[in-house]
Nanobody
Framework: QVQLVESGGGLVQPGGSLSLSCVAS????????MGWYRQAPGKQRELVAT???????NYADSAKGRFTISRDNAKGTVYLQMNSLKPEDTAVYLC??????????????WGRGTQVTVSS
């Protein structure tokens, strides 16, 4: 009923930038908070940033000052601009969206993730 598709990951050198996108599609009535999480090998999934439907943002300390989250409600898309990337940012980045579908049910949906690798 709902699909989340991330894109924009890849290999980048330390200090470089990447821009991630996540598009939500399907039988969507309303989208609430959208967010990005990441999971590195052998580590727990962690919050990167979230943005509410009135554009209130929240960032993990590791992302503050380097990453920017934004959204386009008309397109059902959330973005993550990542600058000054570090090797420790290497992880699978996953999109999470709080969605209410047309049938009325509300739930959190996850994308499959996009790999970000920061290495020289």
């Amino acid at each position: 009923q709902v699909q989340l598709v991330e894109s924009g990951g890849g290999l980048v050198q330390p200090g470089g930038s990447l821009s991630l996108s996540c598009v939500a599609s399907g039988s969507i009535f309303r989208i609430y908070t959208m967010g990005w999480y990441r999971q590195a090998p052998g580590k727990q999934r962690e919050l990167v940033a979230t943005i509410t439907n009135d554009n209130y943002t929240n960032y993990a300390d590791s992302a503050k000052g380097r990453f920017t989250i934004s959204r386009d409600n008309a397109k059902g898309t959330v973005y993550l601009q990542m600058n000054s990337l570090k090797p420790e940012d290497t992880a699978v980045y996953l999109c999470n969206v709080d969605i209410q579908i047309i049938a009325g049910r509300r739930f959190h949906s996850w994308g499959r993730g996009t790999q970000v690798t920061v290495s020289s």
